[in-house]
């Protein structure tokens, strides 16, 4: 007899075919750490802060809309079971004595590469920005581990359509605004310089620019329709989402389930 | 862009998600986690196929 993973040894032919396709819901029991007698008949917030304070290592995702259900996705595939309160940026696994901590993206780099936190997801992008805004010659702190290849987008500049600018070299000693402000410096840095952006280094940090860039935290796309800027430099999403298919959670706790149960039952 | 009136003349940097990790980290359980999710990437279905 072949055993399939849908397939129970004790089951008669008629409840075989009735047997669901999806597994038992089988829940993992999570790890618990002992409560110490001190504790005991504390109130449920103080053991909650007591449970913090013994995690030792943290990670932290973007909490921003294009990464967020693809990294929640990604942390579901990857077993980290955690339960996040409306209202509360920190989360704590269930199963691993970690932490998890929902930041914006353009904080992640700052909060690992100087901070107690130890992983981090957040976009290329930002992690350049984050590098970009380090005096001259300091190591980052923050080190890629691995591509995870969703949330492809790229930083372009951009001018308005009807205008004649049809080369950034154009938009030398014009107004940009962009929420990227260390890579677009760098970036007219180098138009600037005519590819070697070390002409431009101004003492003490920075740099000698015509050009002028201003922040704008968000809406930068209408900056030049609101006439604020001659061009901007803004991210382009490219749609590339990561595809997880909704069933294998089950189908994963099923095989599980039918591997462990069937040694046992011969 | 499109809707704003704008066209792209130039990249500056291109990007996608990334796991990052303090360089001065020692936690053990780095590795487990990054190697957990390298197996999640590597595991889902070519994107080009979808």
Redesign the interface.
């Known amino acids: 007899m072949i055993y399939t993973e849908t397939t129970d040894i004790t089951d008669s032919p008629q409840s075989r075919r009735k047997t669901p396709l999806r597994g038992p819901k089988e829940q993992v029991p999570a790890i618990k750490t002992p409560i110490p007698r001190v504790l005991r008949r504390r109130t449920i917030s103080q053991i909650y802060l007591y449970h913090f304070a013994n995690r ?2 943290q ?1 932290c995702h ?1 909490t921003e809309g294009r ?1 967020q259900q ?2 929640l996705d ?1 942390l579901a ?4 079971q955690f339960r996040r309160e409306t209202r509360l940026d920190i989360a704590l696994v269930k199963n ?3 932490a998890l901590i929902f930041l914006p993206a353009a904080d ?2 700052t909060f ?2 100087e ?1 107690r ?9 930002q ?2 920005e984050h590098d970009a805004k380090l005096p001259r010659g300091e ?24 205008g004649d ?4 070299r154009q938009l030398i000693g014009k107004n940009i605004v962009t929420s ?1 402000t260390a ?2 410096e760098a ?1 007219f840095a180098k138009l600037e310089g005519d590819g070697d952006p070390s002409k431009r280094y101004r003492e003490g940090g920075g740099w000698d620019l015509s050009t002028k860039v201003k922040y704008v935290g968000g809406s930068v ?2 900056a ?2 609101l006439g604020v800027a001659d061009g ?5 999403g490219m749609c ?1 989402l ?4 909704s069933v294998w959670p089950s189908r994963a706790n099923h095989y599980c389930s039918s591997t462990l149960q069937s040694p046992a039952r011969r | 862009m499109k809707a704003a009136g704008l066209k792209a003349i130039d990249t500056v940097v291109e990007s996608t998600a990334v796991l990052v990790k303090s360089r001065n980290t020692k936690h053990e359980l780095v590795d487990l986690i990054a190697s957990r999710i390298r197996g999640v990437i590597s595991m889902l279905p070519c994107r080009s196929c979808i």
């Open positions: 030792t290592w990670i973007s990464l693809a990294t990604l595939g990857c077993d980290i691993l004595p970690i992640i780099p690992v590469g901070g936190v130890d992983l981090g997801i957040t976009g290329r992008d992690v350049a190591t980052s702190g923050v080190e890629e581990v691995l591509d995870l290849g969703f949330g492809m987008c790229k930083l372009q500049v951009q001018v308005p359509e009807k600018i049809t080369d950034p990227f890579l677009t970036f796309e209408a030049c329709a901007i430099v803004d991210l382009v590339t990561l595809y997880f298919p």
